[in-house]
């Protein structure tokens, strides 16, 4: 009852960041229950069914990484003065974001029912055309239990999510609290090492899809199974999501090198202190924009096979999710630096000084990532199209 009523009387903007995850349960949710349907109108197809809830995967890690980063931007998750007495300490904060997540969680997957049984025709309207009805199993029944376990994942793995990341890690309540450090993380190395590896994985495994035309599994149009190509990918992607860190640190360095005027110095101070916060969910954008673009690029040189239409509804909660995290994070390390911008005020730094300070971040980051991000979405996609 607590998080209902936080959620009632929260900001305007708080509201709208959750109602980014409602929407972001409802697309992950209708993509669980397709696979249901699926499975139930094609009983002799286990193995196409399998394959489109594996790739419910992603969009449910994307859904739970976007609930994380809405709950570290809310002010009822942060420990104020006079909370401890009121006997909501650090833990009882923690739990009661977990609560608010899977509230906002559970309103998006009941949405989400609700209109996968209107597609359906189970709510006595007229259902989808014969394409679509035979991708939600419209005319077979769906069991219940299976249903709602499925759909009880979305707000289960919001909420752990978000109580293993914001849980208390000191006497002061959260890791948000701890000193600001300039140096430099240690998955980089890893990181590298690790996409490095994908993409030899990748390029020894890929000509085995030749009789498939090169083109991986996607939920809503299959073709073929191309494991080995799949695993390279993730591995890939997991470097890069692991290096994302070290390479925000290491734009924050590229501006401080040389001879750096205050600037430059203040930019990159302010991204080697920020590389641990930004780096992760800069890092996940980084992979997803190379699937994305590896994937459109091998699926653009075969058009007698479109992208079917789960396909898009994953993909557009995937990107969506991850953007809304990359900006969630940066609202959060702009809060995180509100007392020194302030002390900035106060001694008579002007806003436009500011405000090209974070543009200049931003380049950096633009002039590091982007070409990463080509890079390794083209090496990705060379041992598919030649």
Wanted: aromatic letters at 4%; charged letters at 10%.
């Amino acid at each position: 009852m607590l998080a209902l009523r936080l959620a009632r009387g929260s900001h305007p903007l708080v509201l709208l960041r959750r109602l980014f995850v409602t929407a972001a349960s409802a697309g992950t949710g209708f993509l669980l229950l397709s696979a249901l349907g699926h499975a139930a109108g094609h009983p002799t197809t286990a193995g196409d069914s399998l394959t489109r809830l594996l790739w419910c995967a992603a969009p449910l890690a994307a859904t739970a990484q976007l609930a994380v980063s809405v709950a570290r931007t809310d002010p009822a998750a942060r420990l104020q003065r006079g909370m401890t007495a009121a006997g909501l300490g650090p833990l009882r904060l923690t739990l009661l974001a977990a609560a608010s997540t899977a509230l906002s969680c559970v309103l998006g997957v009941l949405l989400s029912l609700l209109v996968f049984l209107h597609l359906r025709g189970d709510l006595g309207g007229s259902t989808a055309d014969s394409a679509h009805s035979d991708l939600l199993g419209s005319g077979h029944p769906v069991p219940l239990a299976g249903s709602v376990m499925l759909l009880a994942a979305v707000p289960l793995a919001a909420a752990a999510a978000t109580a293993v990341s914001l849980r208390p890690r000191n006497d002061a309540g959260y890791a948000d609290s701890e000193a600001h450090s300039t140096a430099a993380p240690t998955g980089l190395p890893w990181g590298v090492a690790l996409t490095a590896a994908g993409l030899a994985i990748e390029a020894y495994t890929s000509p085995a899809t030749d009789t498939h035309g090169g083109k991986l599994p996607l939920p809503g149009q299959l073709i073929g199974s191309a494991p080995g190509v799949l695993a390279g990918w993730a591995l890939a992607s997991f470097g890069l999501v692991l290096a994302g860190p070290g390479l925000v640190h290491l734009s924050g360095q590229l501006l401080c090198a040389g001879r750096p005027g205050a600037l430059r110095l203040l930019s990159g101070r302010v991204l080697q202190e920020e590389s641990h916060r930004l780096g992760r969910p800069l890092g996940v954008l980084c992979a997803v924009a190379s699937g994305t673009y590896a994937a459109v690029t091998v699926y653009g040189t075969a058009p007698s096979h479109p992208v079917g239409p789960l396909t898009t509804i994953g993909t557009s909660v995937i990107f969506a999710c991850v953007t809304a995290s990359a900006l969630a994070a940066a609202l959060e390390s702009r809060s995180a630096r509100a007392r020194t911008t302030a002390a900035l005020r106060r001694l008579g730094a002007p806003v436009s000084v500011l405000h090209r300070a974070t543009a200049l971040r931003a380049l950096a980051l633009t002039l590091v990532l982007g070409p990463l991000t080509w890079t390794v979405a083209e090496m990705a996609t060379f041992p598919l199209v030649h």
